[in-house]
């Protein structure tokens, strides 16, 4: 996985329960992402972040929040889950050619599922 | 706002015959690349091709290419000598430059039948 692990893989919660997803990498790349897939709607940018403490809104970040202590982790946090958060979660780093273009690698994936 | 929209579902091919997924987008922006993912059962997403919008001449890899047409701001992937591993979703997506944001589409899911 190109250096990208994210964990757990697979959890189940209940609606209101604290969820946080994990994502390491070890390939010290600045960008870091996360998106949920859904179906019917591809993916959606969640949060971002461009380096240690810096982290920026995507298109549906209403209900999580993001943390960067380290280079190497970023985290992703549900304060109180709802079952609309059940999804498939995929963390990315970004790995910029040659030519500047932003070639997103990604993560295996953590599924969610909230009850 | 930058919109990508891939208007087929479903796409279904012969092995060994070639097939092309359509893909349109929208930006303000003249600055920005375009890209096609694969992401097979694995769930692994995949970078199939790339192409900067500055560039003319349409990307190729090996048997995957594109048809980069700027001014009908279209980026069709043409896949060629189709395979049973390429059967996948495969998602257009676009990200403008100055912008760590990819938009994607909502992906069209490709079977290959032997």
């Known amino acids: 996985d190109a250096g990208i692990t994210q964990s757990p893989r697979h959890k189940v919660t209940e609606t209101g329960t604290p969820v946080t997803l994990r994502c390491h990498q070890t390939e010290n790349h600045r960008y870091m992402y996360w998106y949920r897939q859904d179906p019917g709607h591809g993916l959606r940018l969640i949060h971002y972040?461009?380096?240690?403490?810096?982290?920026d809104k995507g298109e549906v970040s209403d209900g999580y929040s993001v943390s960067r202590s380290k280079t190497e982790d970023f985290l992703l946090t549900l304060e109180s889950a709802t079952s609309s958060q059940t999804s498939v979660y995929f963390c990315a780093i970004s790995s910029l050619g040659s030519s500047g273009a932003n070639v997103l690698t990604f993560g295996a994936g953590s599924r969610l599922t909230v009850l | 706002a930058q919109t990508v929209t891939q208007s087929q579902p479903e796409m279904s091919v012969q092995e060994a015959e070639t097939v092309t997924l359509s893909c349109t987008y929208d930006?303000?922006?003249?600055?920005?690349?375009l890209f096609w993912y694969k992401q097979p059962p694995s769930r692994q997403m995949i970078l199939v091709i790339r192409q900067e919008a500055y560039k003319q001449q349409n990307a190729t890899e090996n048997r995957f290419s594109v048809n980069f047409q700027k001014a009908a701001k279209s980026f069709s992937l043409k896949i060629s000598d189709s395979q049973l591993g390429d059967a996948a979703m495969y998602f257009c997506a676009s990200k403008q430059g100055g912008s760590e944001k990819l938009v994607f589409g909502k992906g069209t899911k490709l079977t290959v039948n032997p």
């Open positions: 930006t303000s922006e003249s600055d920005y690349y």
């Open positions: 972040s461009y380096g240690v403490k810096d982290t």
